[in-house]
């Protein structure tokens, strides 16, 4: 994908989405280097989301997010796969935009059945998982439909092929230069 130029791939969507398993899979087929900026937040913060969330609150963690954000988005040649709510705030947008933005639109009963068991992450602690996610789609769809590309994944579908079909959207965004016109 010589089209790309070192261009950034920031992954958005829900929790549960895949970013970081498709990520893995589009920095190796690219050549990039690979960065979720979840495991970057726990790293600098020497504590998990959860205790983030629980210390210092959600707005501590999301200054957080936007820092790595900002810090990552001075990188090329990366495929950076986002928290599910980076897309919320409009500096993150800034960052977001030196890049190709790929949302990866996934049902919320795929969603559901991804996470339905996992007690890690803190904006599911509490209600019922199903509705919860569905909310949090509902608030976020907005955010999400600015990306540059739209993946939506079927059931039974592998991370491989939403990859390589996330693959064939970049390219159907990305301009290839015009050579100047020597006549």
């Known amino acids: 994908m010589d089209l790309l130029r070192g261009v950034n791939i920031y992954l958005v969507g829900m929790m549960g989405a895949g970013k970081t398993t498709v990520g893995r899979i589009l920095a ?8 979720d900026t979840d495991e970057l937040i726990v790293r600098v913060a020497n504590q998990s ?3 983030i969330f629980e210390r210092e609150g959600e707005e501590a ?3 957080l997010e936007t820092k790595v954000l900002g810090e990552l988005s ?7 796969a986002t928290g599910g709510g980076i897309v919320a705030r409009s500096m993150n947008w800034g960052y977001l935009h030196y890049g190709v ?3 990866l639109d ?3 009963d795929q969603l559901y059945d991804r996470l339905r068991s996992d007690t890690a992450r803190p904006l599911l602690r509490e209600g019922e998982i199903k509705s919860k ?9 907005r955010f999400y439909t600015q990306a540059d590309v739209r993946v939506s994944t079927r059931g039974g579908e592998r991370p491989e092929e939403v990859a390589a079909r996330a693959i064939e959207e970049i390219k159907k965004v990305i301009k290839p230069e015009t050579a100047p016109d020597l006549n």
């Open 101 to 103: 933005v790929v949302w």
């Open 133 to 141: 996610l569905q909310s949090l789609l509902n608030e976020r769809e």
């Open 106 to 108: 996934v049902p919320v």
């Open 49 to 51: 989301i959860a205790e």
């Open 61 to 63: 963690f999301r200054e």
């Open 28 to 35: 190796r087929k690219l050549k990039y280097r690979f960065f």
């Open 74 to 80: 001075a990188y090329k040649n990366s495929v950076v």
